[in-house]
T-cell receptor, first 113, second 112 residues
Framework: GEDVEQSLFLSVREGDSSVINCTYT??????LYWYKQEPGAGLQLLTY?????DMKQDQRLTVLLNKKDKHLSLRIADTQTGDSAIYFC?????????????FGQGTILTVHP | SQTIHQWPATLVQPVGSPLSLECTVE??????LYWYRQAAGRGLQLLFY??????ISSEVPQNLSASRPQDRQFILSSKKLLLSDSGFYLC???????????FGQGTRLTVV
């Protein structure tokens, strides 16, 4: 089946930039997503990018997509302690049901004061 | 605005007991509805999805079933729970051509 891979851990200092990386295998993906999960909570959609785009910026968040290499990244500028959470990359496999997603394992971001 | 409700938030059930988790969506019509499970190790796996009342697609073989008795209600059930059914269950919804899927707060199920 299709696969989404992420590094499991990232630790940064407050104020630095964080970059979370993701690779996927499904070349038919039309949308790629980043979700945030705080401890014990559900998933919050942070941002998404259409597969014919290579960059999307939304305030402190920048998403970069290299479709040729099937590589997606999320950059968080000026990382704050409140950004500590698990970040999931997901893709929709080209389907029209946009909640039918394949997720990565999640990256635990720890922000140190 | 649209909201999604899941309950209960936490549940401890003995092996062999039945299960019923409920999810409802407000503020939208004819949503696509989804059940995901997040087991230890954090990855999320799609269990079921539904594009309409009574229409259920199962993504993985398992001890669970799903039903959609009303447009905005999605229920996850089991007749007899296994230890391996423990996990964090998340309901989600999306609508038509919208590109986004929105998740509930989840139910943490522990089977003992």
């Amino acid at each position: 089946g299709e696969d989404v891979e992420q590094s499991l851990f990232l630790s940064v200092r407050e104020g630095d930039s964080s970059v979370i990386n993701c690779t996927y295998t499904d070349s038919s993906s039309t949308y790629l997503y980043w979700y945030k999960q705080e401890p014990g909570a559900g998933l919050q959609l942070l941002t998404y990018i259409f597969s014919n785009m290579d960059m999307k910026q939304d305030q402190r968040l920048t998403v970069l997509l290299n479709k040729k290499d099937k590589h997606l990244s999320l950059r968080i500028a000026d990382t704050q302690t409140g950004d500590s959470a698990i970040y999931f990359c997901a893709e929709n496999g080209g389907g029209t049901s946009y909640g039918k997603l394949t997720f990565g394992q999640g990256t635990i971001l720890t922000v140190h004061p | 605005s649209q909201t999604i409700h899941q309950w209960p938030a936490t549940l401890v059930q003995p092996v062999g007991s039945p299960l019923s988790l409920e999810c409802t969506v407000e503020g939208t019509s004819n949503p696509n509805l989804y059940w995901y499970r997040q087991a230890a190790g954090r990855g999320l796996q799609l269990l079921f999805y539904s594009v309409g009342i009574g229409q259920i697609s199962s993504e993985v073989p398992q001890n669970l079933s799903a039903s959609r008795p009303q447009d905005r209600q999605f229920i996850l059930s089991s007749k007899k729970l296994l230890l391996s059914d423990s996990g964090f269950y998340l309901c989600a919804w999306s609508v038509g051509s919208d590109t986004e899927a929105f998740f509930g707060q989840g139910t943490r199920l522990t089977v003992v």
